[in-house]
């Protein structure tokens, strides 16, 4: 006997084929829908995470620049200190030239020569003072020319004078102070 379906086969195998489509599409689109949604996760993870990254670098950054902010605020003291140190050497190194200066000037000024004044700009001094005579002064300048302590000594003028009524000669003399020693030496650069 043969046998003849009637039925719609077709529509039937048609209607099982979108049934399958359907199902694969919705799981496809699950499945998408799972990994975009795992890939969004990990994103935002790989985002807090690098943001904590980030959080920290500025917060040492932030120390980093108080710390080079400390530094060169040392760095201005440490200049500051040894340029006063600069300056208490060269003020004690003055010191000790006045004293010299003082002693010199007692030594080499002859009798009959009485000192009145003295001025020092710098290594540049002038004297002013009596003589007894016009002839002490050369003597004097001489006496101011053979020292250690003085170069170039001119006599800028000479003249006479009555002191307390006495005739004496007024002179004025500029010298010159030899320097003594090394001035200190100044630091220059970083050491490290």
């Known amino acids: 006997m043969i046998l003849i379906n009637l039925l719609p086969h077709r529509e039937a195998r048609q209607h099982a084929h979108r049934r399958r489509f359907r199902w ?7 499945i998408a829908v799972l990994l975009v949604g795992a890939t969004a996760m990990w994103l935002s993870l790989a985002i807090t995470v690098q943001e904590r990254r980030n959080a920290y670098l500025q917060q040492a950054i932030t120390k980093l620049d108080q710390d080079i902010g400390r530094i060169d ?11 006063r140190k ?3 050497d060269s003020l ?4 000790s030239d006045a004293i010299r200066l003082m002693d010199q000037l007692a030594r080499l000024t ?3 020569v009485y000192l009145r004044e003295l001025k020092q700009d710098g290594e540049h001094i002038a004297l ?5 005579s016009g002839a002490r002064v050369p003597g004097f300048l001489r006496a101011l020319g053979e020292s250690d302590a003085f170069d170039m000594p001119q ?10 009524e006495l005739r004496v000669s ?9 320097q003594t020693g090394k001035p200190p030496a100044t630091p220059s650069g970083d050491p490290r």
Do not use: H, M, W
């Not at 694969?24 to 699950?30: D, E, V, Y």
């Not at 006599?155 to 307390?164: I, M, R, Y």
């Open 24 to 30: 694969l599409c919705a799981t496809s689109t699950g």
């Open 73 to 83: 605020l040392l760095k201005r003291q440490r200049s500051e200190l040894l340029a």
């Open 86 to 88: 600069t300056r208490l």
């Open 92 to 95: 004690l190194r003055r010191r």
């Open 110 to 112: 002859p009798d009959g």
């Open 128 to 132: 002013s003072g009596y003589a007894i």
């Open 155 to 164: 006599l800028v003028e000479v003249k006479t004078v009555t002191v307390n």
């Open 170 to 178: 007024e002179f004025a003399v500029a010298i010159v102070l030899k």
